[in-house]
């Protein structure tokens, strides 16, 4: 019911691709919806993140689309460049669990020059 | 601000040792956490604390103790380490009102691995 599941595990994608990046979430009552960033020997850092009352959200060249009704939502990396090579986790969490986040497996994106 | 910040970076530890994983955030955050981070598992929460003097368990609270007498310091305790607990573990904190969600921000991470 907490699962939060993620996909690919790692993608390799060329300098200037587009890197799509896919969850799926269980729990209706989930309604954050973040993607976080991590590069190696770091702590994870907050990229981007949607709440389900848009289906869309957009920053710089990182985009969230969001699906309510399929219980899904992805990260899209416009014109993907090497320094975006990094480990990439979606989560989410319900308003009455205050700050508490289930993150999915995580996808090692590798942008080749 | 330093943000959050976690010592030591690395750590060996025998089965059975005990330590203390240190973690402190100058950002007046009420909100903290622990996380261990396993290689295709993600993150997973140990324990969190809403503020000082109040924690709770999270998804894997087993073989570990917290304690938050400060709003700054959420110190993690392995009591008797096991080789299923070599991973690196997170700390984070946040600010939240009225338990809304809000921006989580971690630490740099302890790498442990016990023998």
């Known amino acids: 019911q907490q699962q939060v599941k993620q996909s690919p595990q790692s993608l390799i994608v060329q300098k200037g691709g587009i890197s799509i990046i896919n969850c799926a979430y269980e729990?209706?009552?989930?309604?954050?919806f973040p993607w976080y960033q991590q590069f190696p020997g770091k702590g994870p850092a907050l990229l981007i993140a949607i709440r389900p009352d848009v289906s869309e959200k957009k920053e710089g060249r990182f985009t969230i689309s969001f699906n309510k009704s399929a219980k899904q939502f992805s990260l899209h990396i416009m014109d993907s460049q090497p320094g975006d090579s990094a480990t990439y986790f979606c989560?989410?969490?319900?308003?009455?669990?205050?700050?508490?986040?289930?993150f999915g497996e995580g996808t090692q994106l590798t942008v080749n020059p | 601000n330093a943000g959050v910040t976690q010592t030591p970076k690395f750590r060996i530890l025998k089965i059975g040792q005990s330590m203390t994983l240190q973690c402190t955030q100058d950002?007046?955050?009420?909100?903290m956490y622990w996380y261990r981070q396993d290689p295709g598992m993600g993150l997973k929460l140990i324990y969190y604390?809403?503020?000082?003097?109040?924690?709770d368990k999270g998804e894997v609270p087993n073989g570990y103790n917290v304690s938050r007498s400060t709003t700054e310091d959420f110190p993690l305790r392995l009591e008797l380490a096991a080789p299923s607990q070599t991973s690196v573990y997170f700390c984070?904190?946040?600010?939240?009102?009225?338990?809304?969600?809000?921006?989580?921000?971690f630490g740099p991470g302890t790498r442990l691995t016990v023998l």
């Open positions: 604390s809403v503020g000082a003097g109040i924690t």
């Open positions: 729990n209706t009552a989930f309604d954050y």
């Open positions: 950002m007046n955050h009420n909100y």
């Open positions: 984070a904190s946040s600010y939240s009102l009225a338990g809304d969600t809000d921006t989580q921000y």
């Open positions: 989560a989410a969490s319900k308003e009455t669990s205050g700050s508490r986040l289930t």
